[in-house]
């Protein structure tokens, strides 16, 4: 039986390569291997939805060192261009060139496998180099068969990202799965979801949030403001429940997902100080883990909602089962209200009170500050 892939953000460094390769030995009759590492040049001229700020710097030779690494283990590095527009340049023949030029140096360097976000994009490489192959990225937010099919048209498309709020819509995944197979191809389309999202549920902030991000390129002198930050970590400190409703998976319920035709999972959070991506990868691959969630959802770095949070995790067993069979439509929050499910299980989430208060505070200040920017303005 093919077995399930897990994606890990790459952090560059050599020596961690062969500590993969002995995980995957280790967990061998688990199901589930470790096989392709995503990153992106740092500093680049191409977005990555994330705040280059917070990204290792990474140059070509370090990222052909490391690429080489991976191949004696058999592995694959995943270059992220998941940039949502180019300014309209995409369709400029000096864009497109600017971005095929650039997809060329690492095509050259032995890179086969591309994350983008923007189709249009997608298109080209596809049509400049037959040979690689793309992922559509999450930030798409494919939730629907027309997006799907549309994005699969394209031809080096063979893995696409399940919109994160459709998570826990296990009809609505299935259905996904049965159109993925049938489109017409070699190797078919495979379905892929984030592992540890920390994202809210039917977030009103997430496509621009993510479009501002793609704009903060080398030579940008606009800093990321924290607005949209702000809020979103408001808005989970303000209830317990908020956590729960998390579209984060537990390892143990990876099964469930493999039944519904998901094979690949991907480990967020490159860009926080501190992670573990080894040992968070040993968690899932475990499909089973005793302790705090957090840990697993902030991959075990200084990310502050450690500090706040504790989730016994084996207390929530059987939550996703739950969902599954009440048939709730869990993907926005229209029906939180009457279905009640996460309500039962707050138990399994302890709260720090002080550190609770110590963040609301502070990031209430930066959420007030555009207001405050608004204010002075004078015309």
């Known amino acids: 039986m093919k077995k399930s892939v897990i994606l890990v953000p790459a952090d560059f ?6 500590e993969y390769a002995v995980l995957n030995q280790k967990y061998e009759a688990s199901g589930l291997a470790v096989s392709e590492f995503y990153g992106s040049l740092n500093p680049s001229p191409f ?16 990222l052909a060192a490391y690429n080489a690494e991976l191949k004696k283990y058999g592995f ?11 300014g309209g340049r995409e369709f400029s023949l000096e864009g497109t060139k600017s971005i095929l030029a650039y997809v060329k140096k690492l095509y050259d360097m032995g890179i086969r496998r591309f994350t983008v976000a923007n189709p249009v994009i997608a298109k080209a490489m596809s049509i400049t180099f037959p ?35 459709m998570i826990r819509d296990f009809n609505a995944i299935r259905a996904l799965r049965k159109e993925a197979q049938q489109i017409p191809g070699e190797t078919g389309v495979e379905l892929a979801v984030l592992l540890n999202s920390f994202c809210l549920i ?24 924290h607005y949209f930050y702000a809020w979103c970590s408001l808005q989970k400190l303000s209830h317990p429940r908020e956590i729960l409703r998390l579209q984060a998976v537990r390892p143990e319920e990876l099964r469930l997902f493999e039944h519904a035709g ?12 501190g992670a573990d991506f080894l040992r968070t990868a040993e968690g899932y691959m475990s499909r089973s883990y005793k302790g705090n969630l957090m840990d697993l959802l902030a991959v075990y770095s200084d990310n502050f909602f450690r500090e706040i949070y504790h989730i016994d995790n084996k207390a929530l067993a059987g939550r996703l089962e739950e969902i599954i069979e009440s048939g ?30 110590h963040y609301r505070a502070m990031f209430q200040k930066s959420y007030d500050q555009y207001a405050e920017q608004v204010k002075a303005i004078t015309l």
């Open 262 to 273: 998901v094979t690949a999972f991907k480990l967020a959070g490159r860009e926080l100080p």
């Open 131 to 165: 040979e690689i192959r793309i992922s559509i990225s999450i930030v798409q937010n494919t939730g629907t068969k027309l997006k799907l099919r549309t994005y699969a048209g394209i031809r080096a498309v063979d893995r696409v990202y399940v919109s994160e709020d």
């Open 76 to 86: 694959e590095f995943n270059y992220i261009l998941n940039f949502l527009c180019y």
């Open 328 to 357: 709730v439509r869990c993907r926005d929050h229209s029906n939180c209200e009457s279905c009640g499910i996460c309500e039962k299980y707050l138990s399994a989430v302890t709260v720090n009170e002080e550190r609770l208060s």
């Open 13 to 18: 460094r050599v020596e961690s390569v062969r």
């Open 47 to 62: 977005g990555v939805t994330k705040n280059p700020k917070n990204l290792k710097q990474v140059g070509f030779g370090e």
């Open 202 to 225: 039917d977030c009103p902030y997430k496509v621009n949030h993510a479009n501002v991000d793609g704009h903060l390129v080398e030579g940008s002198t606009q800093d990321m403001p």
